[in-house]
T-cell receptor
Framework: KAGVTQTPRYLIKTRGQQVTLSCSPI?????VSWYQQTPGQGLQFLFE???????NKGNFPGRFSGRQFSNSRSEMNVSTLELGDSALYLC?????????????FGQGTRLTVV | DQQVKQNSPSLSVQEGRISILNCDYT??????FLWYKKYPAEGPTFLIS?????DKNEDGRFTVFLNKSAKHLSLHIVPSQPGDSAVYFC??????????FGTGTRLTIIP
């Protein structure tokens, strides 16, 4: 079974631009979550989607948004990029929503804002 | 407010010996706990998990212990191997999908 696939792996953007990251979950998994990893804040939860609906949201500004498609693939968008948005963005998939199940992570997208 | 804490930023262990990584939590609503291993610039790899209805779970060389009264869990790796060198994160969840992660412990196995 293929794992979680994130594209692109690396991205360099200029402050003020916007960016879209993509995530394809494990086949059959319907829950997709996004996390941000930075040296200072560690791994922080952004949001979770299940059946094309956002189920849970972390403490991030409205510049961070996402969506999920009918095939469970998900995209994350960050508008008006700031230098502090430089981070490793990780996507995780689960077979179902709710707690009590393992989350499997992709390789991540390394975003650098200059 | 750090709800999941890993107080040891780093740990060095001789190859073949036991590695013990510790994690404390403060939120009583957490009922599911996981350990992940992470290499630089890669996503975390799931290792082992435990539900709050158990106090121990084993999978090969990895064993997780949960002490609910102390709000403490630990990961034991026996025997430790050079390939175990990585950063280890503990994570906790309640009824929701959100995982709350600790800050990680860098484990170095000395040959």
């Amino acid at each position: 079974k293929a794992g979680v696939t994130q594209t692109p792996r690396y991205l360099i953007k200029t402050r003020g631009q916007q960016v879209t990251l993509s995530c394809s979950p494990i086949s059959g998994h319907r829950s997709v979550s996004w996390y941000q990893q930075t040296p200072g804040q560690g791994l922080q939860f952004l949001f979770e989607y299940f059946s094309e609906t956002q189920r849970n949201k972390g403490n991030f500004p409205g510049r961070f948004s996402g969506r999920q498609f009918s095939n469970s693939r998900s995209e994350m968008n960050v508008s008006t990029l700031e230098l502090g948005d430089s981070a490793l963005y990780l996507c995780a998939s689960r077979p179902r929503t709710g707690g009590g199940t393992e989350a499997f992570f992709g390789q991540g997208t390394r975003l650098t804002v200059v | 407010d750090q709800q999941v804490k890993q107080n040891s930023p780093s740990l060095s262990v001789q190859e073949g010996r036991i590695s013990i990584l510790n994690c404390d939590y403060t939120n009583s609503m957490f009922d599911y706990f996981l350990w992940y291993k992470k290499y630089p610039a890669e996503g975390p790899t799931f290792l082992i998990s435990i539900s709050s209805i158990k106090d121990k779970n084993e999978d090969g060389r990895f064993t997780v212990f949960l002490n609910k009264s102390a709000k403490h869990l630990s990961l034991h790796i026996v025997p430790s191997q050079p390939g175990d060198s990585a950063v280890y994160f503990c994570a906790a969840s309640d009824y929701s999908e959100k995982l709350t992660f600790g800050t990680g412990t860098r484990l170095t196995i000395i040959p």
